[in-house]
């Protein structure tokens, strides 16, 4: 027997926040954002061929993967941060249960919300804002403001702050499955990946594919930043640059070897997400943040 939708943990999560929330609605035309690396495993399978097959975006709850901190385990900050978050509504819900996280594409940027996630992501439909609460700053700072989509003032918030770019977006966090063929707009890529195995896999799923300007960075303006993450991020940049150039793909080859630490590969793409210069747009377009090239 199915449970009551109104008992549901996650309906039980979605009033809680809405309780703590207060300003207008959000704008509708506004998307979430699933930012991740579509070119990385899962277990021993690629991201996108498991997405092909489940059908489902699982939160790391299930896949025990993040690009951000690996703390989703009972007793762990992630699942802490839910607890009170969520007035414990997924305290004693199983993984597959419990809430998939993104951004609040408020700057309507063509790579995404979070970039510092993946240089990927899903767009999500106008229908899952409604299933979806939100916080400002990331729930790893243990914020106090929050917002639904009837509710929202924190892009106020988040526009009157002054962060590093990579953390320039508001948290999202979508209740319910997030199923591949109901809730994506599409699935937008770098560009380093046109004609790959991330290419070929992306079309097996039922979504759009999509294309951004894309990140690249050179070794040579790699060097000017070793206080943003570490000189060792940048001697490990300079030694996985194919002819003096870094972009996600050659981030991920690095990462398929083995040979390196996923940590530090993290540090290295932050780096490149942060200073990458866009690649020439497509079609004209000149404005490289709010650019989008379909498939």
Not at 45 to 65: K, P, W
């Amino acid at each position: 027997m199915s449970a009551d939708p109104v008992t549901s943990p996650q309906e039980r999560a979605l009033r809680h926040v809405e309780a703590l929330s207060s300003g207008g609605p959000l704008e509708p035309r506004l998307r979430v954002t699933l930012n991740f690396h579509p070119d990385r495993l899962v277990g021993d399978r690629e991201i996108l061929l498991r997405l092909a097959h489940d059908g489902v975006y699982l939160s790391q709850f299930v896949t025990g993967t993040s690009n951000g901190g690996l703390t989703a385990h009972p007793g762990g900050d992630r699942w802490r941060w839910e607890s009170t978050i969520f007035g414990g509504a997924y305290d004693h819900a199983p993984p597959e249960e419990r809430p998939v996280y993104g951004a609040l594409n408020f700057r309507r940027r063509s790579i995404g919300a979070a970039p510092r996630f993946g240089s990927a992501h899903f767009r999500l439909t106008a229908e899952t804002l409604r299933r979806t609460t939100f916080c400002y700053p990331d729930s790893f700072f243990e914020p106090s403001a929050f917002g639904v989509a009837s509710r929202m003032a924190l892009i106020e918030l988040a526009e009157a702050d002054d962060p590093d770019l990579l953390d320039d977006y508001i948290e999202a966090q979508v209740h319910g499955p997030v199923r591949l063929d109901r809730d994506m707009e599409a699935l937008v890529l770098d560009p380093s990946h046109r004609g790959t195995a991330v290419e070929a896999a992306a079309r097996r799923l039922p979504c759009p594919v999509e294309w951004h300007p894309g990140f690249r960075l050179t070794v040579e303006r790699l060097r000017r930043h070793p206080d943003y993450r570490g000189q060792e991020y940048v001697a490990l940049g300079a030694e996985i640059a194919v002819d003096g150039l870094l972009d996600p793909r050659i981030i991920g080859e690095a990462a398929r070897t083995g040979r390196y630490d996923a940590q530090a590969l993290k540090k290295v793409w932050h780096c490149v997400a942060r200073f990458g210069s866009p690649l020439p747009p497509i079609g004209g377009i000149s404005d490289p943040a709010t650019a989008c090239c379909p498939s």
